[in-house]
């Protein structure tokens, strides 16, 4: 989308119509509002010449323009108060349909699109960005047109009062639109300085926190250079854009003040030459010192809704992420669960392909392991086959129908999935395992439980199935989580399961527990496994090894591969070696 698109249209689009509208009206009461506050600043003068000299002033008594001040205020008011109420509930619908939308946008999105950045972004607009946003929406737009229709009424009464008075103030306006302008492409390059090193700054507090083990083992438990760097960049950068700001902040400040200057030259000169009365310039000074108070909160609602373009920058980042194209109608579920690449092809980035012509087929209650060197695309096969991402040439297919025409519903109601990077929810143990099938019996758990070694878990926790898992299942280590997983593949009974390194987090001790999960898996399910555990890839049908550059090396059986002495041979050699060593 693009970023000079009309602010208000960008706000409205995440907007129902009825608080679209409703943020119509308030604007139009803040218009009407500002109209009324020209009115009577401009009724101020010729009030206050008649309170000075007693005199009538354009054929009315000081009483007179008193009751019209006062008339013009109590419309200023009532609008201004409506103005403010309506902006207020229009901006409160704003953030919640927002929220919704955000939400929605959220469920239709790639799971390839999740990625630490795209998470922390979400988490800015939910905890801040939606906040602030909203407002704009609730007095920032509304104050701006207020204070620009009383600027605008009063410029055009000083005509009538002074022409000389009313000349300085169209002069300025030109003016201090061209300082306005300068001072919001000031608070743009201070955005556009101090926005990337502190996202960096964040995502390198968050990993110091969380990675305390490994860096104290390391000894960098209060000495993590990475943090330093990010700290000491966002540092400077917020220096640099600290000046940006200051220079844009005296840019707007030096316009408001050229205009009070002049219009306090203007009424002490005319006072000096003897073309008006000291009363006359007395009150010139006095309202210029209220007009320069509205240039001020022009200049406040201008930059304030600068800031909130900003803001509306990620949240359509978000909204305008491609999401994965769904059929408008499903295809049949598969009648079986074999699983099939077809000359499969795919790169994350345009012309830097990780996967290159992958042909495999594993029938029902099959298993396929996938092997090779680290970054050969062994993950991205299967979060292919989950659809994560689209294949950038040939398919991917389930029971011999192309993911891309399956529901996203009908796609997951058949898949499981157990990844290295576990996430559990700060929820109880019983829970965490309960979300694959919620409306499973007690025996039901405690079979998958015992399956998993999660058993052995349970006994262990004080409070058993209900121990609290904390915030990502930081109550439970990294093995302990990978085998909650699988607990929950097992529990959902999905045809296809699909572990990645599902073995790799887990003690000898426990290996044998997964090794007869999975033999159960395989009863009912088709079962791809990126492994590196010795029994793991020895019991898969078939086997097929990746090289460096995304194609199949090899494939076949363990016993086939063994004797073809080559790639996986090697492969295999080398974990041998690896399971055998041990510390003297």
């Not at 009461?29 to 007693?54: D, E, K, Q, R, W």
């Not at 058949?414 to 929820?427: E, M, R």
């Not at 699988?486 to 044998?512: G, H, Y």
Request: proline residues 3%; charged residues 20%.
């Amino acid at each position: 989308m693009s970023r000079n698109r009309n602010l208000l249209s960008r706000f409205r689009r995440y907007m129902i119509p009825e608080d679209a509208a409703m943020h119509k009206r308030g604007m139009a009461a803040c218009i009407l509002a500002g109209v009324f506050t020209g009115l009577a600043l401009c009724t101020m003068m010729p009030a206050a010449m008649s309170l000075l000299t007693a005199e009538h002033q354009w054929g009315l008594s000081f009483n007179a323009w008193v009751l019209i001040l006062a008339v013009l205020a109590a419309f200023s008011c009532v609008l201004d108060y409506w103005g403010t109420k309506l902006g207020y509930t229009a901006g409160l619908g704003y953030m919640r349909m927002l929220q919704r939308h955000i939400g929605n946008k959220v469920a239709s999105l790639p799971l390839g699109w999740f990625t630490a950045s795209s998470a922390g972004l979400l988490s800015r607009i939910v905890t801040q960005e939606m906040m602030t946003s909203g407002q704009a929406v609730a007095y920032f737009v509304g104050g701006f047109l207020r204070n620009l229709c009383a600027c605008v009424i009063f410029g055009l009464g000083t005509w009538v009062w002074n022409w000389r008075l009313g000349l300085i103030v169209t002069i300025a306006i030109p003016i201090l639109f061209v300082l306005f302008k300068l001072g919001q492409k000031c608070i743009e390059k201070q955005y556009a300085n101090e926005s990337p090193a502190e996202e960096e700054l964040a995502s390198r507090i968050v990993e110091f926190a969380q990675c305390q083990g490994a860096l104290r083992a390391c000894h960098a438990g209060s000495t993590y250079e990475e943090l330093s760097s990010s700290f000491a960049r966002a540092r400077r950068k917020s220096v640099r854009g600290l000046w940006w700001g200051v220079l844009g902040n005296m840019l707007a400040g030096m316009g408001q003040q050229l205009l009070v200057f002049s219009m306090i030259l203007l009424g002490s000169s005319l006072c000096v030459t003897g073309i008006a009365a000291p009363f006359e310039a007395i009150i010139i000074i006095g309202v210029s010192l209220r007009f320069s108070t509205m240039i001020a909160d022009i200049s406040a609602s201008l930059f304030g809704l600068e800031e909130r373009r900003q803001t509306l920058d990620g949240i359509d980042a978000v909204m305008d992420a491609p999401e994965m194209p769904v059929p408008q109608m499903s295809k049949d579920l598969p009648h079986d669960a074999s699983v099939s690449a077809d000359h499969v092809a795919f790169s994350y980035v345009p012309d830097k392909p990780v996967l290159h012509d992958v042909n495999f087929t594993v029938p029902s209650s099959g298993m396929l392991a996938i092997v090779g060197p680290s970054g050969c695309g062994k993950t991205t096969v299967i979060k292919l086959a989950a659809r994560f991402y689209d294949t950038t040439a040939g398919a991917m297919r389930i029971g011999g129908v192309d993911v891309r025409d399956l529901s996203t519903e009908d796609l997951f109601k058949n898949v499981s999935f157990v990844f290295q990077d576990v996430y559990l929810f700060n929820d109880t143990l019983r829970n965490n395992v309960l979300l694959a099938r919620p409306d499973a019996s007690d025996s039901d758990i405690e079979r998958v439980a015992d399956l998993a070694g999660v058993t052995e878990i349970v006994k262990r926790l004080p409070d058993g199935w209900d121990t609290v898992c904390g915030e990502s299942g930081r109550a439970l280590s990294g093995g302990e989580r990978q085998r909650v997983s699988i607990a929950r593949a097992l529990l959902k009974q999905a045809p296809i399961v699909l572990l990645d390194e599902a073995t790799s987090a887990l003690d000898a001790e426990n290996e044998a527990n997964i090794v007869k999960s999975i033999e159960e898996l395989r009863k009912s399910s088709t079962v791809i496994a990126v492994a590196h555990k010795l029994e793991t890839i020895k019991m898969a049908d078939k086997i097929i090894v990746l090289n460096a550059s995304g194609s199949i090396e090899e494939e076949g059986t363990h016993d086939e591969l063994l004797a073809l002495n080559g790639a996986y041979a090697d492969f295999w050699g080398k974990r041998v070696l690896s399971a055998q060593w041990k510390l003297a």
